[in-house]
């Protein structure tokens, strides 16, 4: 017997991919064959268990991380899919509509009987990218790399060395960005490699996250010190861009920085050395760090016009993650959160975030939410599926830029297909 919800989930799924079909019909769609994605935790999909951690390994190996969609943890940093995920689903359905267009009718069968017989979504075959450390070869890698790493930073580790300031993992962009050059190696000669990377989608970032949080949180640091971060993190960013680019790449997607200030983690260790007017009226934020943030997209936009003038066949777009988890804390109840934005849903601490290292989503003794759909923080440092979800029709919505040569009306069905609307 074929469950209700399954046949259901079916047909939204045809419903999407016929319409991105209709409309596409006679425009030139552009496709992404595979997703090359570099980052932290916020878009880790299975490196960190490959990275050597002293004691248990990191909390993203332990449940109940995976609780909501795995169902088992899969090194990613929430209780489910994550922005990168759901980017991949839309991309995958984009290349199937276009095969619809073809073979309509095989396609519908083929895409009807997988998914009535697999574990939902996963039996699509959705290119979620391989982590770079779970691979080896080039078929290993035909859907895609994600080099990401929990716990990784812009900056190289001997730069927090010198300041006294320990790293979570030793991986910095510049390892991502050689892991990059290992893989370019393995797919073909120098022409196939262009023609790869020029029909893939690049996500660089976010990326700085932690950066920002092992100065925020590793000494006694003012915010002052941590801006000085700023410039050299964005070149960091800056220098991985330019290599995609000079390496074929036609998209690349920018995601910004998170409002720090809004993180459970963040709130909860700085109670008290925040003074009243500290902290956003709105929001309950900590204004200091949403002011570091800020600034780091503010310098990031600029950076990227720069690079934008300088390769114009290259589609750069900066995603707006900022504004997009923002949006969720000022009205969580608009968009299916509960009405405490600012709690994580996972691990100990009570009180208004929900917090405490000691205590951390994962140890013994702590346990997660009833409904972590309700929650915007999963652990007091990363978010919920339900969180990345919508984050990531955020960035969707903005992917219908003009140099992409997607249609709205193929970008709504693209966020159908992962519940936007
Ligand atoms: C990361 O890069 C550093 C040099 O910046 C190097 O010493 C280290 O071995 C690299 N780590 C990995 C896992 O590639
Ligand atoms: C933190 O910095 C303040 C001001 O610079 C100083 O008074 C205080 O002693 C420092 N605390 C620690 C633990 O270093
Ligand atoms: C923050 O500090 C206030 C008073 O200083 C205290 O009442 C509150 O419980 C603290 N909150 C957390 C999460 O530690």
């Known amino acids: 017997m074929v469950p209700l919800s399954r046949l259901l989930f079916a047909m939204a799924l045809l419903h999407a991919t016929a319409a991105a079909a209709a409309s596409g019909g006679g425009r030139r769609q552009k496709r992404y064959d595979r997703v090359f994605s570099f980052g932290d935790s916020l878009t880790d999909t299975g490196n960190v268990l490959h990275i050597s951690h002293s004691g ?6 332990r449940p109940p991380y995976g609780e909501t ?14 922005v990168v995920d759901f980017i991949g689903e839309h991309a995958k359905h984009s290349r199937v509509s276009t095969l619809l267009a073809c073979h309509r009718t095989i396609h519908l069968v083929v895409i009807v009987t997988l998914v009535l017989v697999g574990p939902a979504v996963e039996a699509l075959g959705v290119p979620h990218p391989t982590p770079y450390l779970a691979g080896k070869t080039a078929a290993d890698f035909s859907r895609g790399v994600n080099f990401a790493v929990g716990g990784a930073t812009a900056l190289d580790v001997q730069f927090f ?7 979570f993992v030793p991986i910095s962009l510049d390892n991502q960005t050689s892991w990059f050059n290992n893989v370019l190696e393995l797919l073909g000669s120098v022409e196939e490699q262009r023609k790869i990377m020029s029909t893939s989608l690049f996500l660089v970032g976010e990326i700085g996250v932690n950066d920002y949080f092992i100065a925020a949180l590793g000494r006694n640091r003012t915010a002052g010190d941590v801006k000085t971060f700023v410039p050299r993190v964005l070149a960091a960013v800056r220098s991985v861009i330019t290599d995609v680019i000079a390496a074929g790449a036609s998209t690349v997607v920018v995601p910004g920085m998170i409002p720090l200030g809004c993180e ?13 007017g500290g902290y956003d009226p709105v929001t309950g934020c900590i204004t200091r760090l949403n002011d570091l943030a800020e600034l780091h997209n503010r310098e990031l936009r600029r950076m990227l016009s ?21 949006n969720l804390v000022v009205s969580p109840t ?3 959160f509960r009405s405490r934005p600012l709690a994580a849903c996972c691990g100990g601490g009570g009180g208004a975030y929900n917090f405490d290292d000691e205590a951390f989503c994962g140890a013994a003794g702590t346990a997660a939410c009833g409904d972590p759909s309700e929650y915007v923080s ?7 599926e339900a969180a990345n979800r919508r984050i990531a029709c955020a960035v969707l919505k903005g992917l219908t830029a003009p ?14 297909t992962i519940g936007c609307v």
Do not use: C, M
């Open 56 to 61: 248990e390994g990191p909390p993203a190996g």
């Open 69 to 82: 969609f795995f169902r088992r943890p899969t090194g990613r940093a929430s209780d489910g899919r994550l």
């Open 161 to 167: 060395q010198s300041r006294e300031l320990k790293p």
């Open 264 to 276: 459970p983690q963040l709130l909860a260790q700085y109670n008290g050395s925040v003074g009243a």
């Open 306 to 326: 720069g690079l934008r003038r300088a390769h114009p066949g290259t589609a750069i777009v900066y995603a707006d993650l900022y504004r997009a988890v923002t």
């Open 334 to 336: 608009k968009y299916g």
């Open 378 to 384: 999963w652990d007091g440092v990363h978010f919920t």
């Open 403 to 416: 140099t992409l040569s997607i249609s709205l009306a193929t970008t709504e069905a693209w966020r159908r």
